[in-house]
């Protein structure tokens, strides 16, 4: 396979010692990684302890709400038999709120009804958490959440679910062993082939490599432009820009000419460029 210059020069030594370092509860190699159905039927079957057949799903899914708050989500798939299940990875206990799997669930609801449409005949939603840390501090490894009748102890069918994964706990079971592989940072040391395979793809492989290092660089200049867009009318950065314009109009000069007088390096004319132009 041959590579164009501008492909091989996002090979950076920070690029590629940061992908050797990724695990899949890390969100940005999880997202790409996990575009894989056989990897999610994988993952899904384990957590629900039966064989999850999936028809479709979305990596970074929007919600929308006219009303109130999108909600990004991680992975969201349609199973065969219609089921919806939410699955968000999350390395910080801050993100694993369960109000946050109930917003979740209700803007799922209000995306998949129609008018008419029988409340029994509504699809069943599942939000799975797959947590670095033990958010519910009980020890388990797996957490299952449902609606309870508080008189009787009795479960409310209302096809709602939400479970948590707690990845800290990493023992011989198939969770455990699932637990261990969203950790690992060495696919060699990974239980489950699907998983492995896929990572080693992305660590290994040419084309796999250059995937991710196209994603962190993408990363790094949108990054870059949403600060300097943040930060357009701090001092330094508003004068330069002023600077240039004047410097444009009074001496007849190109952008170019006027951004190296200024010694404003080549990756951040472009920003210049798009914040002079684009106003």
Request: overall charge negative; glycine content about 4%.
């Amino acid at each position: 396979m041959i590579y164009l210059t501008s492909d091989v020069s996002l090979f950076r030594p920070d690029y590629l010692e940061a992908l050797m370092d990724f695990r899949l509860i890390d969100d940005d190699f999880m997202t790409i990684a996990l575009e894989d159905k056989d990897c999610l039927e994988l993952i899904l079957s384990l957590i629900l302890h039966r064989h999850i057949s999936i028809k479709k799903f979305f990596n970074q899914r929007v919600l929308k709400n006219l009303y109130g708050r999108d909600v990004k989500m991680d992975i969201l798939a349609i199973t065969d038999d219609n089921r919806y299940i939410n699955i968000e990875v999350q390395r910080s206990n801050f993100g694993a709120h369960f109000k946050r799997a109930r917003y979740h669930q209700s803007l799922i609801d209000a995306s998949i009804t129609v008018t008419n449409e029988q409340w029994q005949d509504i699809p069943s939603v599942c939000v799975i958490f797959f947590t670095e840390h033990d958010y519910l501090r009980k020890g388990l490894s797996l957490y299952h959440i449902n609606r309870t009748l508080e008189e009787t102890g009795e479960h409310i069918q209302d096809e709602t679910q939400l479970i948590y994964v707690n990845a800290s706990i990493q023992d011989d079971t198939p969770i455990g062993r699932l637990a261990h592989d969203f950790m690992c940072r060495d696919y060699h040391d990974m239980y489950y082939e699907v998983l492995k395979n896929r990572v080693r793809y992305f660590k290994d492989s040419e084309g796999g490599k250059l995937k991710m290092c196209k994603i962190m660089d993408d990363i790094r200049r949108k990054g870059e432009e949403e600060g300097w867009k943040k930060g357009v009318h701090d001092g330094e950065i508003k004068t330069k820009i002023n600077i240039a314009l004047k410097l444009m109009a009074k001496q007849n000069i190109t952008f170019e000419e006027a951004m190296n007088l200024l010694d404003v390096c080549e990756d951040e004319q472009q920003i210049y460029r798009k914040m002079i132009f684009s106003s």
